[in-house]
């Protein structure tokens, strides 16, 4: 009898550790969405394989959609944490907004957030839209910032979306912000090859680029400063469920935030381009920035 108490005492005491265990894991368990482009899924990613390198388990549900799908979903708890974008979150809250600057944004991000949600400290990472020139046309003209285009606008083509002609981030805003009025401007696309092509062949000497694209690098263009905050910063950064947020799991997104720079995207853009895995290259970067084991 005594040893059969004993048995019982101790199968009582195995099941209530494995319990424990099991809601201690639940709690620090996370699912990781993404946006239907590979750089969301890259940045899901790696934010998946650093918190894994901790011990917390997760679980992706990659390429989910647009905004307008995945915000629902992580409002409704169908996923837990993405990666975003702060001026493209502002503005999909709060449409009216005037904030630009990195400050301001951050500034006014949390007060349209929605309650359940919160948005951790962002990485100094931005893909935003940008203006570009080739390295050689910006040393010949001396061009670093937007604003030093001032002398030479009247006799520069600029290029990009077709949109582009009419949008304040655009012809119009270029005018009125930096006061820059160009020798004309000519439709192409955004960040393509026909955009490209223009401003390798000095077709166009100013062009619309993003701020990630691969060909910054392998093209030697270069992404010109834009001190007036005409375009709105998009510094990357996680928005996760309030309910899931932990110490642990704030610690390990900050210190990827603290480290994930623009040209850390841009190159790792580079190889997704170049076919390599999204999961090759995501652990590299949580590797070679000492977030994991080698």
């Known amino acids: 009898m005594k040893l059969l108490q004993k048995f019982g005492i101790a199968a009582l005491v195995i099941t209530s550790n494995a319990l424990m265990c099991s809601a201690t894991y639940a709690a620090e368990s996370i699912t990781i969405g993404s946006a239907n482009f590979p750089e969301s899924q890259l940045l899901a990613t790696i934010y998946a394989s650093a918190l894994e390198a ?90 670093k910032d937007i604003s030093d285009l001032a002398p030479h606008a009247k006799d520069f083509v600029i290029g990009g979306p077709p949109e582009m002609k009419d949008r304040h981030e655009g012809v119009p805003g270029l005018s009125q912000v930096y006061g820059l009025n160009f020798k004309s401007f000519k439709a192409l696309d955004m960040g393509g090859p026909l955009t490209l092509n223009g401003l390798l062949h000095n077709q166009i000497q100013v062009s619309a680029l993003n701020s990630t694209q691969p060909e910054l690098k392998t093209k030697n263009l270069v992404a010109l400063t834009d001190s007036k905050n005409l375009y709105m910063s998009q510094n990357v950064f996680p928005l996760i469920a309030k309910s899931k947020l932990t110490p642990q799991i704030q610690t390990v997104l900050d210190s990827v935030s603290a480290q994930l720079t623009t040209s850390d995207l841009i190159s790792m853009n580079q190889r997704l381009t170049n076919l390599e895995p999204i999961d090759s290259v995501a652990k590299d970067w949580v590797r070679s920035h000492h977030l994991a084991d080698k």
Request: charged share 25%.
């Open 54 to 143: 901790k011990g917390i388990h997760t679980e992706k549900k990659l390429s989910i959609g647009s905004r307008e799908v995945y915000m629902p979903a992580l409002l409704d708890g169908s996923i837990d944490l993405i990666p975003e974008y702060a001026g493209s979150v502002l503005l999909y809250f709060n449409k009216a907004t005037k904030a630009h600057s990195s400050t301001d944004v951050r500034s006014e991000l949390p007060k349209v957030l929605p309650g359940k949600l919160v948005a951790l400290p962002p990485s100094a990472a931005e893909d935003k839209g940008i203006l570009s020139m080739t390295e050689k046309t910006a040393n010949q003209y001396h061009v």
